[in-house]
């Protein structure tokens, strides 16, 4: 069984500072590996995704996020958010079926 | 990216009602989506698994009875919340998608007096 672990449940942080969000995971087939951003009241907004290939994922807003296999993580990173970056963001794995597992989440609230 | 459109976006029913919350697939078929529930401030919760053309698949604890799942065409997934009671509040978001990658609805929010 596929599962995500995403370390921290909130990571606060000032505006225009660098920001990095944990996901680790546990598989023991090949991975497509997923972040998501949930803003309130919304759907789920794919930031990035890793199927095969560069382990270095850019994706929308500035985020990117690194596919280490021997360390099983998915970390996301920002080199500077804003205030609009507060949201809360999902690590996720594709299994077999199409079906995803999430992490627990994350909460990045920004401060001025 | 594809999309998939949720209606309604938001219902208030009255405790003992049923409520229907549709998702559909606008520019792609989906032979498989998947319903999920997230209570505030949490993760995703899978809650089935909807097939076009047979059965639902249910995650462990939840009621298929309470949660009635159609999928009835590649394009429309159907979520019916029987006799709904307060604890059943609650964001539902369903997905659907190709290989590789899942969209999801913009999510509905049920809140049950």
């Known amino acids: 069984a596929q599962s995500v672990t995403q370390l921290d449940s909130q990571v606060p942080v000032f505006e225009e500072a660098p920001v990095e969000l944990r996901c680790n995971y546990s598989s023991s087939v090949s991975v497509y590996l997923f972040w998501y951003v949930q803003y309130p009241n919304q759907g789920l907004q794919l930031l990035l995704k890793?199927?095969?290939?560069?382990?270095l994922v850019k994706g929308i807003n500035g985020f990117e996020a690194e596919f280490n296999k021997s360390q099983t993580s998915f970390h996301l990173r920002k080199p500077s958010v804003h205030i609009s970056d507060t949201a809360e963001y999902f690590c996720a794995v594709l299994s077999a079926g199409n079906m995803l597992t999430f992490g627990g989440g994350t909460r990045l609230m920004v401060k001025p | 990216g594809a999309v998939v459109s949720q209606h309604p976006s938001r219902v208030i029913c009255k405790s003992g009602t049923s409520v229907k919350i549709e998702c559909r697939s606008l520019d792609f078929q989906a032979t498989t989506m998947f319903w999920y529930r997230q209570f505030p401030k949490k993760s995703l919760m899978l809650m089935a698994t909807s097939n076009e053309g047979s059965k639902a698949t249910y995650e462990q604890g939840v009621e298929k009875d309470k949660f009635l799942i159609n999928h009835a065409s590649l394009t429309l997934s159907t979520l019916t919340v029987t006799s709904a009671h307060p604890e059943d509040s609650s964001f539902y978001i369903c997905?659907?998608?190709?290989?590789?990658?899942?969209?999801f609805g913009p999510g509905t929010r049920l809140t049950v007096l």
């Open positions: 890793y199927l095969s290939g560069s382990t």
């Open positions: 997905s659907g998608g190709t290989n590789n990658e899942q969209f």
